[in-house]
Nanobody, 124 residues
Framework: QVQLVEYGGGSVQAGGSLSLSCVAP?????????VAWFRQAPGKEREFVAT????????LYADFVKGRFTVSRVNEMNTVRMNMDSLNPEDTAVYYC????????????????WGQGAQVTVDS
């Protein structure tokens, strides 16, 4: 497992942008992990948002964020970043990054390591 910490998030008006970073400690061999973003709104289950391969060459997105969210990574910096544009109130949630072994995994149970979460609030 690897320790993960999320940074960023906050509050924004509908149509605005925010970014999140997921950072692992140095010497954590971060590049061996597939990394994903999930989110959980109040009263709802945790849902898949996006994932990125170990190298960063490929990404997958949930349909509801395609064209609006972009995930990238810099393994030398032990960092995965998610830029979120055209935010709407339905995007309000706690966002979590997670690390695992299986590319394409979309359920929380498939990920071994989790960050503490970062709040994203979008006002209408």
């Amino acid at each position: 497992q690897v320790q993960l910490v999320e940074y960023g998030g906050g509050s924004v008006q509908a149509g605005g942008s925010l970014s999140l970073s997921c950072v692992a400690p140095a010497r954590s061999n971060f590049g061996r992990y597939v990394v994903a973003w999930f989110r959980q709104a109040p009263g709802k289950e945790r849902e898949f948002v996006a994932t990125i391969t170990r190298s960063g060459a490929d990404t997958l997105y949930a349909d509801f964020v395609k064209g609006r969210f972009t995930v990238s990574r810099v393994n030398e910096m032990n960092t995965v970043r998610m830029n979120m544009d055209s935010l709407n109130p339905e995007d309000t949630a706690v966002y979590y990054c997670a690390a695992g072994d299986d590319w394409g995994a979309r359920t929380p149970e498939e990920y071994l390591s989790w960050g503490q979460g970062a709040q994203v609030t979008v006002d209408s």
